[in-house]
């Protein structure tokens, strides 16, 4: 009986380390720090630091061209700063330079952030939000974008803001459209939508989504991420608020993450019209098929321009760096 009682302990020791060892913030957190490949490449800035099955990586950011990459950790030519020292260091960068620019709309309590970008081309510069739902992905989509554009465009890309809840509940639908970004199909910019989006139709606006009382903005920011890269994701350095709902305070802490708030003029669900340099929002998470519906009138409309090259689906991170440029 003692032996048994030695070897349920061992057992519930064993699992308590476990649980110990990989709870947040301890093997996810914020990280700044300058970085070099070498000392003639150009400085890249560290948002994340990371453990993944023993080994520790940096979640990083090129402030040119927003690209953003998974490298295994390195002290060489390595550098840690303060967000505040972040923004002196990149000032001149279009990563800081977009930050600053979005804080003059960070006063709205609803689609605060960047809203439109100006095209060197025709078209637009599609976000699909992925919102907790008990309802399947929309393909219709995925797969009409791949139909329209994919001989033009190849692969084709998008913006998707993705909440932790959704990846949690709809494993399959992710793994598809991760089969297709490895098919080259799509080219994703997968932007954090916060990991609960809650919600309460109860409530007025200022009191909702983010802003209820006792969110805890940094477990919706890095789990959301953390889920991201277990899942083979890398996150963006933007971030789209639940309901496009924030206020100044809120948005300004978010920022504080090295994150680029995205909002839309063109929630097609809600009415509105999209044009030219339109960064356009459809739900792809069931909930909104008239949404859904527009776009696909949309691009039919569009579809004589789209074959001749005259209609295009931009890559958001090239429009928001020469749109800052």
């Given at each position: ?151 033009f465009d190849h692969p084709v890309p998008l913006a998707i803001s ?164």
């Amino acid at each position: 009986m003692f032996k048994i009682f030695i070897a349920l302990f061992l057992v519930i020791i064993c699992l308590t380390s476990v649980r110990i060892e990989n709870r947040w913030p301890e093997v996810y957190q914020v990280y700044f720090a300058v970085y070099k490949d070498d000392l003639k490449a150009e400085k890249k800035l560290i948002l994340r630091k990371f453990i993944q099955e023993g080994k520790e990586y940096f979640l990083i950011v090129d402030p040119h061209t927003l690209n953003t990459g998974i490298i295994e950790a390195s002290q060489k030519f390595l550098r840690r700063i303060t967000w505040q020292e972040v923004n002196l260091e990149f000032k001149n960068t279009p990563y800081i330079r977009l930050i600053d620019s979005s804080i003059k709309n960070s006063s709205n309590v609803q689609d605060a952030g960047i809203i439109h970008v100006m095209p060197d081309q025709k078209g637009i510069d599609l976000t699909v939000d992925l919102c907790p739902s008990h309802k399947p992905l929309d393909k219709r989509i995925f797969t009409s974008i791949i139909t329209e554009f994919e001989k033009f465009d190849h692969p084709v890309p998008l913006a998707i803001s993705v909440s932790g809840l959704w990846m949690e509940k709809h494993q399959k639908d992710l793994d598809w459209l991760k089969k297709l970004v490895k098919e080259k199909k799509i080219k994703v910019e997968w932007i954090n939508h916060s990991f609960h989006h809650k919600v309460n139709v109860n409530e007025p606006l200022k009191e909702n989504f983010l802003l209820q009382k006792g969110t805890d903005i940094s477990e919706e920011i890095l789990d959301t991420e953390r889920k991201m890269i277990e899942e083979g994701l890398i996150p963006s350095c933007m971030f789209r608020f639940p309901g496009l709902v924030s206020d100044k305070s809120l948005y300004e802490k978010v920022t504080t993450f090295g994150l680029l708030p995205i909002g839309t003029d063109a929630w097609l669900a809600k009415g509105q019209k999209a044009y030219d340099g339109s960064i356009v929002l459809i739900h792809g998470n069931g909930n909104e098929p008239l949404g859904v519906n527009d776009f696909l009138k949309l691009i039919r409309k569009e579809g004589p321009n789209v074959r001749e090259g005259d209609w295009l689906l931009f890559d958001l991170r090239q429009s928001l760096t020469n749109e800052i440029r």
